[in-house]
């Protein structure tokens, strides 16, 4: 029993179902379930908005999906959506409600926290980025010295640094060539470094992005910048020019030095890691145009809109987070990894990471007492035709299993010459090729019959049985980046339900900023740090001698 009185999500019967039904299913074969369901393809595919997932290469049938269903129906996870999109505060440990989704919701709906209906704010603030951004983009709005902003430098980190980061190099092909934009998030100095080093001060406008304008690493980058800017431009007057906010804090905005009028406000109940819609996105819209942001913002919504009415038998953030669960509880699975078949998506992955595994990444339910099931699977991936000629052998033959997303699209960007245009079908067929193999694998037979001798067929046999879910859509638009940010996050939130955990707290990095805090005047000043462990010690004496101290 939970504390609040519910059946401990292990102890439940839909689990028990599950688990027993996973031994029965010891043993098919993907190249089974195939033979059984011949129209298996087209059967196991969703399609929402411009997305088509098929999820056949999964090791399910109609029967695991169905047990999948009814744990998710018994933890009440349709519920727990309802509440988060009524503005209830369903993240517990905070005590706020969780409205990413008010980020994209239409001008004329009404989402009420604490009685206050937020949307006219939200689109407030949409107006005031757009106005904003405009105004750079047209060189309305000049530098100091009266020159037109060149280059824009984002200063965040996490979820201010991770969302427009990753959005602005998937939407290059949609942005102004003639900007340059720079994101800096490493309070290694180096990083600030390199996004300067050939940027005139007098083109180049800083936004610091922090929800909470207090994170050590975003305030010392963003001193340092203020600091570079005031070198060159010799005038404190200049900041006001080239230094604007992205913050829910105005208070550490102003003492900082940034003038209230140059903050783009968000609020508390936006996450960090949910937050690049908000105006932690003002570098993307910047780099955009309002009316592209605008059409991101409409492919989150479409797929917010599919998630909160789509029956549970066609709900795809709620097949994607019960898969997640199917292989993490049930097939020990540790690790999920997203493969992006497009080079734009470099940073997808990264992106991810931080939406998944801080959300998810929890020992402790809701109730305060420790789980004893798996929660977040470790999130991983690159691009993925690099990844196949790097670690998709430990995907194909190793001794894990690594369930994995592949995402391509069947349109090249409308950017690339005639000829880089030709490279698409061969990116494309490594896609379909490599979920077939991972799918079906190949059998000693076939091995065998290839004239293979003998001791090496046991090598070359490929056991497949490895599951993936294909997403596709024809074009990588604004729209489609919406739709399959919402797509994950949603899926995220599933899974935290089902788990009984608060996805929207991050306690778990608290102590690492803490400590750091305390060991600096340890390498500074060789301090003594009480309770410093004997290896932290000694580590921080030898860094001392390193560095002459
Ligand atoms: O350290 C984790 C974290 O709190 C993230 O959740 C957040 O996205 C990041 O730091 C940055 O925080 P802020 O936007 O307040 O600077």
Redesign the pocket.
């Known amino acids: 029993m939970n504390a609040d009185g519910r059946t401990r999500l292990n102890q439940s019967p839909e689990w028990t179902a599950l688990a027993k039904h996973r031994e029965e299913l010891a043993g098919t074969h993907l190249r089974d379930l195939f033979a059984a369901e011949p129209e298996r393809g087209a059967g196991y595919t969703l399609r929402v908005g411009d997305l088509s997932i098929d999820y056949s290469k999964h090791l399910v049938t109609g029967e695991t999906l169905r047990l999948l269903r009814e744990l998710a129906a018994a933890r009440d996870v349709f519920g727990l959506r309802d509440a988060m999109f009524r503005g209830e505060k369903i993240n517990v440990t905070e005590d706020r409600a969780v409205l990413h989704t008010a980020l994209r919701a239409p001008r004329d709906a009404v989402i009420e926290v604490d009685g206050e209906n937020v949307v006219p704010k939200v689109h407030a603030v949409l107006d005031k980025m757009a106005g904003f951004a405009e105004r750079v983009r047209s060189g309305a709005w000049t530098g100091h010295t009266g020159k037109r902003i060149r280059n824009v430098v984002n200063i ?5 640094d991770l969302g427009p980061a990753m959005a602005y190099e998937v939407l290059r092909g949609y942005t102004d060539r003639e900007l340059t934009v720079r994101f800096v998030s490493n309070v290694d100095g180096a990083d600030l470094h390199e996004a300067t080093r050939d940027l005139d001060p007098a083109e180049t406008l800083f936004i610091v ?7 050590i690493e ?1 305030i010392t980058n963003a001193t340092s910048a203020r600091a570079w800017l005031l070198a060159a431009l010799g005038d404190e007057a200049a900041v006001a020019r080239h230094f604007v906010a992205l913050s829910t804090n105005a208070a550490k905005v102003a003492e900082f030095g940034i003038d209230p009028d140059n903050m783009f406000e968000f609020w508390d109940w936006v ?3 949910y937050s690049y819609d908000s105006a932690i996105g003002l570098s993307l819209m910047i780099a955009i145009g309002p009316d592209r942001f605008r059409e991101m913002l409409d492919g989150f919504r479409l797929m917010d809109e599919h998630f909160r009415t789509a029956p549970a038998e066609a709900n795809a953030p709620l097949l994607l987070g019960l898969l997640g669960i199917w292989y993490g509880n049930f097939h020990d699975a540790q690790s999920h990894a997203v493969l992006p078949y497009s080079h734009y998506l470099s940073k997808f992955t990264a992106y991810l990471q ?1 939406l998944d595994m ?1 959300s998810n990444g929890k020992y402790v339910a809701r109730d305060g007492r420790q789980v004893d099931w798996q929660t977040g699977p470790v999130v991983w991936g690159t691009p993925g035709t690099n990844g196949q000629h790097a670690y998709y052998q430990l995907i194909h033959q190793g001794t894990k299993l690594i369930p994995a997303d592949f995402i391509g699209f069947a349109e090249p960007v409308a950017e690339l010459s005639a000829e880089l245009k030709a490279q698409h079908d061969l990116l494309m067929a490594n896609f379909f090729a490599q979920t077939q193999a991972l799918a079906f694998g190949k059998s000693a037979e076939e091995v065998r019959a290839e004239g293979v001798p003998e001791e090496l067929v046991p090598h070359k046999t490929f056991p497949g049985n490895r599951p993936t879910t294909t997403i596709l859509a024809r074009e990588l638009t604004p729209s489609v980046l919406g739709q399959l940010i919402a797509l994950y996050e949603h899926k995220v939130f599933v899974q935290g339900a089902v788990w009984d955990i608060d996805s929207f707290d ?1 306690w778990g ?1 608290e102590l690492g ?1 803490v400590l750091a805090k305390r060991v600096e005047p340890a390498l500074t000043e060789g301090a003594e740090v009480p309770g410093l462990d004997a290896s932290t010690k000694a580590l921080v004496a030898r860094y001392r001698e390193l560095r002459g101290r």
């Open positions: 965040g980190i996490g979820g201010s992005a922090s929800k909470t304008f207090t994170t975003t996450g960090g890691r931080q801080e991050q990095v900023k």
